[in-house]
């Protein structure tokens, strides 16, 4: 109905059937998709290595900072703290990647169903491991590349199986978005007690996979405020109120997690988390809540899960025997 309206638009006020060049006109577009794919993608790997860079910038300048305020011995970034690295050109210079990479990663979002953009973000811990290595003056051992390899194999694994069967258009979002964002908010919280509470070794995990966790959710309330904007939602709706809200918490919240997450450990192991934990939230959230994966059948659930838990698998053998994380 719809085509055979737009025709008769397009080439006069006919009764007759519309010719072949005007049912022709949304094939056309469909073909352009993978040229969009690919600049997509495009963005979102220039955008993984920016922000890789980035959080080596920030890890550097608060791991700075806490080791020389010795009035105090915690691990942890105080306010007093904060309003240091605020002055510290190297953290701001991080801040101003984290927003050039945050803009390709939503310019990418737009073109792209997130659960294509996000797992490209995979490949950051690599460029994390290399721009860490080039600071330090030190190559990695193999320990920390067969674990960063791990980790990448497994999200490879669980991207591979949860694109099988995406969607390009997702539901309308309505308030289940909002009640399922609640959902992920506990989960980021029960991360941040273990790094509050847990092994020395093991907090700069808990800490990151928080901040991933929270990020992740950042990129599933943007593509939901896409896929609401494409269908018209007003912008005063309550769940558009609701996404907007969530995301300035997302982003909030997750910013100070992350300098927790510095404070703690190395920024291999902060990147091998947001590259496994941040996805994996994001495509699960776009399977479920938004409809991206309808028709999916429990083979596919079993191997997500097998390759979401390699990925966790990956990141936690590298915090246990990167050597920075057992000193830090």
Known sequence: MWQSGTADLQWGRRCEPPPDR???RPTSSRKDSPLLTAIAIVLALVGSAVNAYAVVLQQHAVDATVRGDTS????????????????????VAGIGLVVVAAGLHIGALVLAPITVIQPVGILAVLFAIVFASRRRRRWPGRRVWLSAGVTVAGITGFVAVATASISNDGHVPDESVLIAAGVVFVLAGICCVVGIAGPTWLRCVGWAAGCATVFGLASALLRSLSLA????????????????IGLVLCYTVGGWLAQQAYASGPPEIVMSCLTAIDPLVAVSFG????????????????????????????????????????TS
Request: net charge positive; no cysteine.
């Open 72 to 91: 105090d011995p915690s691990r942890t970034v105080s306010l007093r703290r904060m309003l240091t690295l605020v002055r510290t050109p190297g953290w």
């Open 229 to 244: 904007t494409r269908a018209g939602t007003a912008w005063l709706n309550p769940t558009m109120i609701g996404i907007g």
């Open 287 to 326: 399977l479920v809540v938004l409809g991206e994966g309808t028709g999916i059948g429990p083979l596919a659930v079993v191997g997500m899960i097998i390759g979401g838990a390699v990925a966790i698998a990956g990141t936690v053998v590298l915090a246990r025997h990167h050597p920075e994380a057992t």
């Open 22 to 24: 005007g049912l022709a």
